[in-house]
């Protein structure tokens, strides 16, 4: 995610960064363990609402979608079994059947590895020596914009055209603003997210952090919705910013995609470092967000590269079921949610193509065109290396209308904020399609974009006409 975020790096560098001071970190290692099944569970398929919301049951079977084995948890005497001395279990996955556990000693997770109800195990952190200090500007928030940021007798002030662009006004004027719709938000930081004024309004219905979740320890309870964050949570604004391209309402200034909507804000993301054990905590955020209920998935994350010497992703590995992290994506539409990622950022570098999980099928990745409609240099290309069509869809991410995390408004450029203008507009669409299934949708947005007749691995399908996409979910 750090790498999706380079141009914004350049050009701080640019203005003068100054050096930050580092602090020294304890070390310790992070292991993934397979499991081989999960035969002694005390969970029944027949009881899914011990370990899934209603909603999140209404959510399938209105799509005609079964609770099946992979939603059931990974069994707490498995897990029991790595909490020993020494030993500190992160978390789990349901659906791949892993177990997360952190340790300062790589005997005792070496000797977990040999336990018989392991099927393999991976190193997927190692700290480092130091990570730098994040100052705290919490403290420095804006209550009132500049008169400049505003555009007198336009609602939707400097965010219309973004909206414009993909034919969106026309479905907010027909009543669709995601009303009744949730998402989740999976990303590195939602810096005052709780007091920028321009976000008041926005329904947040729970945070959660999986990266340093204060007070949590074992397996994750996925059916709560009560978490306490620390100041990690709030040390970042990457993802106030992409909460704000959906939920932001400040008439004549900027209005989202989807001001209506419901949200949950889930950090996946350690800002701090590049390592596997991100793909665990996003994993965990998804799977925790299809528990509550959530109906779409917006991620402006990608992975490619690791450091450390972990092991990292070749251009061969991007077909969507290498990657733990690809794999987990390419469950959602399964589960009946539609999930947005970003491309990526590197179009401009040696990499050039997208990372993971933006290669999982089924989902809609989002690459970034300019004001009028020009790729933008930076902007991931394709396709997947099994031969799919990659970016699915392009918006706007060059000078892309947000909220800051001190309440300004900002023009930002990235993949990060072209997939939540693309996101909020999806669930608008849904909101008024609630017959159709999760797949539906998806086909639905490539259908309606420019290109789909004649896709490329620049573009995708194009630029997606929500209007077009509504008036033919309505007909069909």
Known sequence: MKRLLFIALILTVALGAYAKSKRPVKKSYVYRYYLIDKQPTSHSLAKPQHFLSERSIERRTRQGLSVDSTDLPVPRQYVRQFAVKGATVLGTSRWQNTVVVRAADTLVLNRLAQLPIVREARCVYIAPDSIEKNDDISWNVHDSFNRWDSVRNEPYGMAAHQ??????????????????MVIAILDGGFQNYDRIPALQHAKVLGVRDFVEPAGQTGSTNYTSNTSSVGKSFHQIDHGTRVFSAMAAYAPEVMIGTAPDASYWLLRSEDPATEQPVEEDFWTMAAEFADSVGVDV?????????YDDGLPSYRLRDLDGRTAFISRTASMLARKGIVHCNSAGNSGIGEWKKIGVPADAPNILTVGAVDKKGVLAAFSSIGPSQDGRVKPDVVALGHNTTLISGRGTLVHDMGTSF?????????????????????????ELVRQSADQYDAPNNIYGYGLPDFWKAYQSGIAH
Request: a positive charge; proline letters at 2%.
């Open 418 to 442: 072209s997939t939540p203008v693309t996101c909020g507009m999806v669930t608008c669409l849904w909101q008024g399609l609630r017959q159709l299934t999760a797949l539906q949708i998806i």
């Open 163 to 180: 909206i414009e662009m993909l034919n969106g006004l026309r479905l907010h004027e027909a009543g669709l603003t995601g009303k009744g």
């Open 297 to 305: 998935i917006n991620s402006s994350l990608g992975y490619h590269q």
